[in-house]
């Protein structure tokens, strides 16, 4: 929808992003069984929040692989200071000859984030990838590229769940994209000999690739801006670096501004109150006491504090389940007591 908007009235035209939160099958919710299916992006920490809220068990396969993945989180006052600091990072990675794959939320913040690495000097030209059909049709080309030394990808939600980025770089599809840059066919005179000498260049260029970035400290880095609406997205992009064991680096850039954008009517930010600077946290836990006055929504003590629904854990004593149908009735007695609480008073 975002790409047919953006196509017909521009970057103006463009509305809400269409999102898809923690689908399931009426059947599968309603039904006496005790599960509903498999997921490879659930962990120790969401099992607790994925029972409590569908009342489903949950049973965590630990790899069979070591995670040599870094994740971190960093939080910010705005959306701007988020998207400024992670430009600026992604630039200093590009620098080091680090793969580099941005995660937009939307077509235009897309294009935005592309525009700000230009901008600040970024010294090779970042490929863009939305759902946008001048973009689409390079996909393949721009996948197989993601994962070179130096290069910078910024793409949209769509470079979660089964997108593969190859450390190094896709040997097979940049040795199809090499023939066609010489404009050669299988009917094409030298071709065969042609293809024998792109093949064994590109491979010896993607083994010296992954001999560099698979250690310590290197490896692909993947940089997400905003607040996911479940920790099934969250992981899902973060799950594009570290794959089978390798080395790599997943990094949220959040703001106190997120939720305002996802759920305005919901939302109140107050003026004065939270962190003068970025607060860096760890995955799935809170740093400064964030701006945002989170009203409605899952209600409690730790929805006033600002955290998403998702990451306040079921196991936790202060957490008041999601209400349903009437009971959806917000307490304003005990909403109060909860921002009391907050203030300390």
Do not use: C
């Amino acid at each position: 929808m975002e790409a047919v908007e953006y196509r017909v009235h521009g970057a103006d035209g463009v509305g809400e992003p269409t999102r898809t939160i923690n689908t399931m099958s009426q059947q599968e919710f309603d039904g006496d069984t005790p599960w509903a299916g498999a997921t490879g992006v659930i962990d120790q920490e969401s099992k607790e929040v994925f029972a409590a809220r569908y009342g489903k068990t949950v049973v965590y396969v630990r790899p069979d692989t070591k995670l040599n993945r870094v994740d971190g989180t960093l939080e910010f006052k705005t959306i701007a200071g988020a998207q400024a600091r992670l430009a600026k990072d992604a630039i200093a990675a590009a620098h080091r000859r680090l793969p580099v794959l941005i995660k937009a939320r939307s077509v235009n913040e897309a294009h935005h984030i592309y525009g700000l690495l230009l901008k600040a000097g970024l010294k090779r030209s970042p490929n863009l990838l939305t759902t946008e059909a001048e973009y689409l049709a390079q996909e393949n080309d721009i996948l197989a590229q993601a994962g070179v030394p130096g290069q910078v990808t910024v793409s949209t939600n769509m470079i979660g769940r089964g997108t593969d980025i190859k450390l190094g770089g896709d040997a097979e599809k940049i040795i199809e994209l090499r023939m066609r840059e010489l404009g050669l066919t299988p009917d094409t005179p030298k071709y065969d000999s042609t293809l024998e000498m792109v093949e064994a260049g590109v491979r010896r260029t993607v083994g010296k690739n992954v001999a560099d970035l698979n250690v310590e400290g290197r490896g692909l880095q993947v940089f997400g801006l905003g607040e996911s609406d479940s920790p099934r997205t969250e992981f899902q992009w973060r799950g594009r670096a570290g794959r089978k064991g390798e080395h790599g680096l997943s990094r949220l850039y959040r703001s106190q501004e997120d939720e305002a954008v996802r759920n305005p009517a919901g939302v109140r930010v107050r003026r004065g109150h939270g962190p003068g600077r970025a607060g860096r946290t760890g995955q799935g836990r809170r740093g400064d006491r964030p701006a945002v006055d989170r009203r409605r929504g899952s209600g409690g003590p730790a929805a006033v504090r600002g955290e998403p629904a998702w990451r306040v854990g079921a196991g936790r004593a202060r957490h008041r389940p999601r209400p349903k149908g009437r009971a959806a009735v917000i307490d304003q007695a005990a909403d109060r007591r909860a921002a009391r609480d907050h203030r300390g008073g």
